[in-house]
């Protein structure tokens, strides 16, 4: 049939983002220009070296099936704003009016939806699913993501027009009348190989897919109006390309040869089509550019609102010439399709994105709308794709390469199994021998384990006790550097513990590997942030020791102030699927110590810090620890930053429980238990004892017995300075209420200062307890000292220094306590007795009750009671880990944060003072009542509360209308940020599976423990003196000779987070070395100390200002005031007393 021309006009709309426009295969909006058709017959697809054939048979004898229309469009779309451009699509459409066909092909398909949604239940009966398939088919389903769209159009559903456009007169475009979409290619991508009569043979690409076709035309003349029409449009590709080119690159500037290297992120789809059996559908993304395939995720099962992660194919790196993209008609082309076992994969959508938006992406969240594919009917649910698409740095593209490598050879580990504890080596081994000569004849000496020095090999290899004993004071030889944080550094070193109790026997039996005389391994487990570490293991021995050459020594990086240190002894047990044995466990409050100063500590193991009763049964441990932190003014302002939850990872479940116990204990309180309810509600009872402190406060507050000691200065006439301050015990609690009291009966107006002032006071009061407390173990950094170190920068004051059984001191806190604690006790027995005796008499009494209904018996049910009873462990678990920090913070064991709460009281007591409470009180309550109960409400009812009353049907289905619609944009939102933080928290916690393994704990920042663990008597705290070194042998130090750095767990970043790596060398810019003290006295670098930092600088400057105008605005006036106060006070007593000695006559 000859040519024909017609003028079509599509206006689909696009729900995409305005700066993402659809191109014309996804419907977008578009303008067909000029349509020109031709109806051809379409044999099957030749061999690209055939030489194909002359076919003659006439049109009406060629079946139906075989027919074909190609449709010549040159479609006129926006590339950039009002910038519009050119391109041609060669689109072939096919004729299928046969009822017969029709309703086999709906038969057929309604099977295979059959059998699809029974493959959903079935996916491991393979065989059964490929026999089906090709009882039906005939043939076995493969992979479809590089089929052509035919695949879609299989099964016979009711399909809309291919345009919703029409003439320019108003008709339906009728080179679609009848015809159904088959396929669609650019004209780039379409050539004409061989003219024959009557026939060509073309080529033409399709989904990265060459084809070779044979149309034979009715006529001569139409097969040589189609070549002449391809070549003419072929002759106008360039101009076109160049106008395109022109407006997709306005106001931007390529650069010669310029590639780009993009990172995509697919993030998440959300309300995506349902395709199986359940209304739900298994989706995957598969991404093309020019047809071909460059990237394809896996498929997340069952799921319309599926979250890609870096396991499941969401991360590639895609490398293209800046030109070529540029030049694509296209862009890049992503693909969603259902995953099905049998069958053709389902399309659920395709969106697009075009070169100037990839080329200007920095990485931000986008949200994509899926429009239906060529010939595909468009479903109830559109469906969206989130990405994320940046530049990708070379950090990215190395990830990327071992990512891809390990998954390509990813290896099963077998584990290892040869190594059980309790060989016959370890059982014939000898630990302990008495020396036959040489100096320690006569002497037991140990064999030393893991080894000896390697440096002193037959030196080190035997040691008596007392050598041992010195041996493991020494500085350890090697450190280990771990963690992430940037405040400061925690050194730690495991000296020994002692009497650990023998965990691998009975008598002298191993019950798990039936050896006789094996006893514990010990080896200690570390937890500090978001890192963690362990010890050397010590064979048989129940009172081992970590020599300087072992691994023993670690450096903690601080993040947080309030970060506890975990540490736990565990019994090791080489069988590999046997959880290593805890022994004990100890939670060591780091906040409270000083730099400056070297601690030798020494606590008890107890097997819980938050259940159970503490028994000091599992021996004990010592360590070395030591602080090198930043300036205390550094560490208070970082408490303004809210912690976050810290995450450390293990790939062995075995490993996970260490960890886990090591910051829990043995007890996991999320596990549902009785015995955790009724431990928690033990806790919860207990705090009944501030009660009693609380009466007992409040008692010696006001019957004035609180003495606390202040100092005067007292004259002294014949020593210099002629005075002397003399210790006085004087109520000053009692006192200052007794001030606050009279004046705020005197006065309303200080009600609100008095409440943030009695905050204050209640907070300084447990800081001055604290301090003054003869334990120093249990002192803490007081309200004085955190205060000059936020003024000063540091508080200059001596290093802490402890000695030996210095801790043995009397602790009145600790005293008090266990007062309260006892008559918390008694009450709660006494009352535990009346109770009990009240359920007695009322037994005795007998049933008085007067229902007459028919009772019904109590029967036995075997419900379990699991569903009720954890939400209350639950609740119990979250009221007793807030009353934990309650009371850490009121206790100053969080002492930072506890500075902070009491610094703000007493600021905000002092400025709530100059404001007129009772003046704004009055006038708030006149303008109230005033404007609220006057009777010109009668005009605001009539305006306005009436109307709702008097509008008619249509305006209160508005109204109503309106509420909704803002109500459904509020849930939207609310959704859209909850599908964001899914999103954020699924793929931070596959890459930190991926990174550091598959178990994943959590560790406390803020301290949640219930027990507070002291160290014991004999631990002390020494001056760190070191030894002077060369600036070379610090630039060494600081560089991290003799450490091994290991970066924490850690992650920030957006799609590919990174490791907080801590800089390798300490030294800061512009200066020799940070540790300017270690220097010799003849170094040059000794004397620079170098300028505070323009932040220090300013906070100095800025407290100073602050502090001035403070004083200057309100100190003034309440130093004139409290002046005259006195003034007047003095002359009315010293009238009274005149009054009194010379009598009212002046007698």
Not at 48 to 72: A, D, E, M, N, Y
Not at 245 to 257: P, R
């Amino acid at each position: 049939m000859p040519r024909s021309t017609v003028v079509l006009v599509n206006s689909g709309k696009n729900n995409n983002m305005a700066s993402v426009p659809n191109p014309p295969l996804l419907g977008a909006s578009f303008t067909v220009k000029k349509a020109d058709f031709w109806d051809v017959s379409s044999l099957n697809p030749l061999n690209p070296t055939s030489k194909g054939g002359h076919h003659f048979f006439p049109s009406h004898l060629i079946p139906t099936s075989q027919r074909r229309r190609i449709v010549l469009e040159v479609h006129s779309e926006s590339v950039f704003e009002s910038v519009a451009a050119e391109s041609v699509y060669i689109r072939i459409l096919y004729y299928n009016s046969n009822p017969v066909e029709m309703m086999l092909d709906t038969t057929a398909n309604v099977t295979m939806g059959t059998v699809k949604g029974a493959a959903k239940t079935l996916k491991g009966t393979a065989g059964f699913v490929s026999g089906t398939i090709k009882m039906i088919r005939g043939k076995e389903n493969d992979d479809d993501d590089d089929s052509d769209v035919e695949s879609v159009m299989a099964s016979f559903i009711e399909q809309p027009s291919v345009f919703d456009g029409e003439r320019a007169d108003g008709a339906q475009a009728q080179p679609y009348e009848g015809w159904q979409p088959k396929y669609m290619v650019p004209l780039r991508m379409f050539d004409i190989v061989e003219k024959k009569r009557r026939s060509v043979t073309v080529k033409y690409e399709y989904k990265g897919r060459s084809s070779h076709r044979e149309f034979v035309f009715d006529s001569d003349h139409a097969m040589y109006d189609f070549c002449n029409a391809i070549e003419k449009n072929k002759n106008l590709m360039t101009d076109r390309l160049k106008a395109r080119m022109k407006g997709a690159l306005e106001g931007i500037k390529l650069k010669k040869d310029e590639e780009l290297t993009l990172l995509f992120d697919i993030c998440s789809g959300s309300q995506l089509p349902c395709c199986d059996i359940g209304k739900n559908s298994d989706p995957y993304v598969v991404v093309r550019f020019n047809g071909k395939k460059i990237h394809k995720t896996d498929y997340i099962p069952y799921s319309t609102n599926p979250i890609w992660t870096l396991t499941k194919g969401s991360l590639f790196i895609w490398k293209v010439d800046a030109l070529e993209l540029f030049e694509s008609e296209e862009g890049l082309i992503f693909e969603v399709k259902d995953h099905d076992i049998i069958g053709k994969n389902d399309i659920l959508g395709v969106f697009h994105v075009d070169a100037r938006t990839l080329y200007q992406w920095s990485g931000e969240r986008k949200e994509f709308a899926l429009k239906p594919t060529l010939g595909q009917k468009a479903r109830g649910e559109k469906g969206k794709i989130s990405l994320r698409v940046r530049r990708a740095t070379d950090d990215d593209i190395q990830f990327m390469e071992k990512y891809n490598q390990k998954k390509k050879h990813k290896t099963i580990a077998v584990p290892n199994i040869a190594a059980v504890g309790g060989t016959m080596k370890n059982i014939l081994s000898v630990n302990s021998k008495t020396e036959k000569d040489g100096p320690d004849k006569g002497k037991t000496v140990y064999l030393i384990r893991p080894g000896p020095d390697p440096k002193r090999t037959e030196e080190t290899l035997w040691l008596t006790m007392e050598k041992i004993e010195q041996e493991v004071m020494r500085p350890s030889y090697e450190w280990t550097d771990i963690g992430s944080g940037h405040l400061g550094k925690v050194f730690v070193e495991i000296l020994s513990c002692d009497n650990l109790p023998n965990m691998d026997s009975v008598g002298a039996f191993d019950v798990k590997t039936g050896v006789l005389g094996n006893k514990t391994d010990p080896f200690v487990s570390l937890v500090y942030e978001d890192c963690s570490a362990r010890t050397d293991v010590i064979d048989d021995c129940l009172s081992p020791r970590w020599m300087p050459w072992s691994k023993r020594a670690f450096i903690f990086n601080c993040m947080h102030t309030s970060s506890p240190l975990f540490l736990a002894v565990f019994d090791r047990d080489r069988v590999p699927h046997i959880d290593n044995d805890l022994i004990g466990r100890v939670t060591i409050d780091i906040s409270n110590f000083h730099r400056g100063s070297t601690y030798v500590l020494e606590y008890n193991l107890y097997s819980d810090a938050s259940f159970g009763r503490r028994e000091a049964k599992f021996g004990t441990i010592k360590i070395r620890l030591r602080l090198e932190l930043e300036n205390e003014r550094t560490l208070l302002l970082s408490n303004f930053s809210v912690p976050l939850s810290v995450y450390v990872n293990q790939e062995s479940k075995k490993d996970f429980e260490v960890l886990r116990q090591t910051v829990e204990g043995r007890v996991d309180s999320r596990k549902f238990s009785l015995g955790t309810i009724n431990a928690h509600c033990g806790e919860l009872l207990s705090y009944l004892t501030l009660f009693f402190l609380f009466e007992e406060a409040s008692m010696s507050l006001l019957l004035w017995r609180w003495q606390s000691e202040i100092s005067l200065p007292m004259p002294s006439f014949f020593t210099p300075p002629f005075f002397k301050w003399i210790d006085v015990q004087f109520p000053l609690h009692s006192l200052a209420l007794f001030v606050f009291l009279i004046n705020l009966v005197e006065n309303y107006d200080l009600f609100p200062s008095f409440v943030f002032a009695a905050m204050g006071w209640v907070l300084l009061s447990t800081s001055k307890m604290r301090t003054a407390n003869p334990n120093p173990w249990l002192r803490c950094k007081g309200f004085s000292y955190l205060l000059m170190s936020l003024i000063m920068g540091d508080c200059v004051k001596e290093p802490h220094l402890v000695e030996a059984n210095e801790g043995k001191a009397i602790d009145i806190l600790t005293e008090r306590f266990e007062d309260a604690k006892a008559k918390a006790t008694k009450w709660y027995e006494e009352y535990n007795k009346n109770h009990a005796q009240y359920l007695k008499d009322m037994a005795e009494i007998g049933d008085t009750s007067e229902d007459l209904s028919a009772q019904t018996a109590e029967s036995v049910t075997l419900s379990p009671t699991r569903v009720y009873l954890v939400p209350i462990q639950n609740i119990l678990r979250i009221a007793c880990i807030g009353l934990r920090i309650f009371k850490n913070i009121i206790l100053w064991e969080e002492c930072y944060i506890s500075f902070w709460i009491t610094l703000s009281s007493l600021v905000l007591s002092f400025i709530l003072l100059f404001i007129p409470w009772g003046f704004l009180i009055r006038w708030s309550l006149r303008v109230i009542v005033w404007v609220g109960f006057g009777p010109w409400m009668r005009l605001a009812d009539i305006y306005y509360f009436s109307r709702d009353k008097e509008e008619n049907h249509d305006q209160k289905h508005k109204r109503m209308k309106k509420l909704l619609l803002e109500r459904q944009k509020w849930l939207d939102t609310q959704k859209q940020n909850a599908l964001i933080a899914r999103e954020k928290k699924a793929k931070l916690l596959d890459f930190k599976q991926y990174l550091f393994g598959r178990h994943i704990c959590k560790v406390n920042i803020l301290k949640k423990d219930r027990y507070y663990d002291i160290p014991l008597p004999t631990s002390s705290a020494t001056l760190y003196d070191p030894k002077s070194m060369s600036l070379g042998e610090v630039a060494m130090q600081e560089a991290g000779y003799h450490r091994i750095r290991v970066d924490g767990q850690n992650l920030v970043g957006e799609m590919i987070p990174k490791k907080c790596e801590t800089p390798a060398s300490e030294a800061p810019v512009g200066k020799p070395t940070k540790t300017t003290h270690l220097l010799g006295r003849g170094s040059s670098a000794a004397f620079y100390d170098g300028n505070d930092s323009l932040t220090e600088a300013a906070i100095k400057v800025g407290s100073i200002l602050a502090c001035a105008g403070a004083i200057t605005v309100y100190g003034v006036p309440l130093a004139v005031h409290l002046l005259g106060v006195a003034w007047v006070s003095l002359d009315w007593i010293l009238r009274i007393g005149y009054k009194l000695a010379v009598g009212e006559d002046g007698s």
